[in-house]
Structures are given as structure tokens and as C-alpha cells.
């Protein structure tokens, strides 16, 4: 499986950008897919996730300004991120978590750059 992830940029303060992700390849049952960030000197944290439960999760600091979204004919998944803030500045991941034959798969696309200035 490959993931495509494209969208990022440099945006204003309050302004908005959707990111995307594209997968590609064999994707077994997926378990769950979703956005993660990473912040220059911080850990990875999760932005936002669809679980094959049904759940959508979303960090406290971005519920009710970002949103995910899927396309399941096009394999893509999308983050639409509105009323940016400084503190959002990160490189944004996609990540899917898939189950076949009895193996745990876990993939991560390559980053998209997001920066918000004030």
C-alpha cells in the first residue's frame, strides 16, 4: 500500500486548506485511516481518524475547524482544515491500519507541509 498525501502550504491565519490522501495497492480490511501532525520538536499526535468501527475521532484543538472525509471510489481520504491557526503549523501524515491474513499492516504517507502565519 502506498499513501499519497498532497494539499499542504502556507496559508494566512484564519484561512483554510484541505490536504488529501491517496492510497493505492492492496488494502486488506482496513481498521482505520485518519491525519497525524508533527510539529517541530514535538511528538506525533492524531488530528483526525475514521475507525471500521464507525467512530470518527478528532483532537480537542482542532474539533469544529477540521473535518475528515472520504471517497471510497477514489481510495482518498481528506482533511478540511478551516480557520487555521499558528499553533496548527506541522507536517500532517496520513496513516491507515489494515488487518490481513492474521498480520497487522500499518502505513504512513510522506508528509505534507502545513504553515500558518500570524
Known amino acids: 500500500v502506498q499513501l499519497q498525501a498532497s494539499g499542504g502550504g502556507l496559508v494566512q491565519a484564519g484561512g483554510s486548506l484541505r490536504l488529501s490522501c491517496a492510497a493505492s495497492?492492496?488494502?486488506?480490511?482496513?481498521?482505520?485511516i485518519g491525519w497525524y501532525r508533527q510539529a517541530p520538536g514535538k511528538q506525533r499526535e492524531l488530528v483526525a481518524a475514521f475507525s471500521s468501527s464507525g467512530n470518527t475521532n478528532y483532537a480537542g484543538s482542532v474539533e469544529g475547524r477540521f473535518t475528515i472525509s472520504g471517497d471510497s471510489a477514489k481510495n482518498t481520504v481528506y482533511l478540511q482544515m478551516n480557520s487555521l491557526k499558528p499553533e496548527d503549523t506541522a507536517v500532517y501524515y496520513c496513516?491507515?491500519?489494515?488487518?490481513?491474513?492474521?498480520?497487522?499492516?500499518?502505513?504512513w504517507g510522506q508528509g505534507t507541509l502545513v504553515t500558518v502565519s500570524s
Open positions: 495497492g492492496s488494502t486488506f480490511s482496513i481498521n482505520a
Open positions: 496513516r491507515l491500519v489494515a488487518y490481513g491474513l492474521g498480520l497487522k499492516y500499518d502505513y
